[in-house]
């Protein structure tokens, strides 16, 4: 009994990764939105029925999609992250971000997914949350080690942030642990700088405008380092 269901379920593993690899195919074809059951069940040679048994429907298969991308983005960022020195927090954060950009280029389609338009009708369920969270928790963590080590240069006259964000700053606070108010929308404006540069490529925005990609996103990402306040510790 214990062999038989073993086997069993080898087979629906493999099957189950058979399904999303051609899925992942069609993202690069007909878009998200284009994403068929059907389409994939022909591919396979499978009668429509049968796939229902591993994605019950779309969206079922849609969370899978989404669930992997995440988690293969968040451990390219922690791998490209976790060589770098603990105290050199401004070379943390340009490894996390060459990661997260490599990622991105290397697969277009699938970061498109991500952090693309919308699935119509689409509702994304919590249990893709954790997934998400992965490559965001890496840049909170550099925050926040630089913030307790006293390592932040002084980054001068900035705006205060609205009083009614105060309860947004607490929501993020898990990410940035023990880092004030001020110093966490400097790390989101940051933030916001590095997925705005790789959007920009991916989605062909800097197609004949700016062909020298890697010095220039290094320099951007440079430049969303003094928001913050990070410096180098060479």
């Known amino acids: 009994m214990t062999a038989s269901r073993t086997a069993r379920e080898r087979v629906r593993a493999e099957l189950t990764r058979e399904i999303t690899d051609i899925a992942r195919r069609q993202l690069a074809t007909e878009g998200a939105g284009g994403l068929s059951l059907r389409a994939v069940a022909r591919e396979m040679g499978m009668v429509s029925s049968a796939i229902y048994r591993y994605f019950p429907s779309r969206d079922d298969l849609l969370t899978r999609l989404i669930i992997d991308g995440y988690n293969a983005l968040g451990e390219a960022v922690e791998q490209a992250e976790a060589p770098v020195p603990r105290g050199d927090h401004l070379g943390r954060w340009l490894a ?128 969303a380092a003094t928001t913050v306040g990070l410096v180098s510790t060479a």
């Open 96 to 223: 996390a971000c060459h990661g997260l950009r490599d990622w991105a280029v290397a697969h277009p389609h699938e970061y498109a997914l991500l952090y693309g338009s919308p699935v119509p009708g689409y509702q994304a369920p919590m249990e893709t949350v954790a997934a998400r969270a992965r490559d965001v928790t890496v840049l909170g963590a550099i925050v926040s080690d630089a913030h307790a080590a006293g390592a932040l240069r002084p980054v001068g006259d900035t705006p205060p942030p609205p009083a009614e964000a105060a309860a947004d700053a607490g929501n993020l606070r898990g990410l940035m642990p023990g880092v004030p108010d001020e110093l966490v929308w400097r790390a989101i404006t940051a933030w916001a700088t590095l997925y705005g540069w790789v959007n920009l490529e991916v989605f062909g925005q800097l197609n004949s405008t700016v062909e020298a990609r890697q010095p220039v996103f290094e320099h951007a990402m440079r430049v």
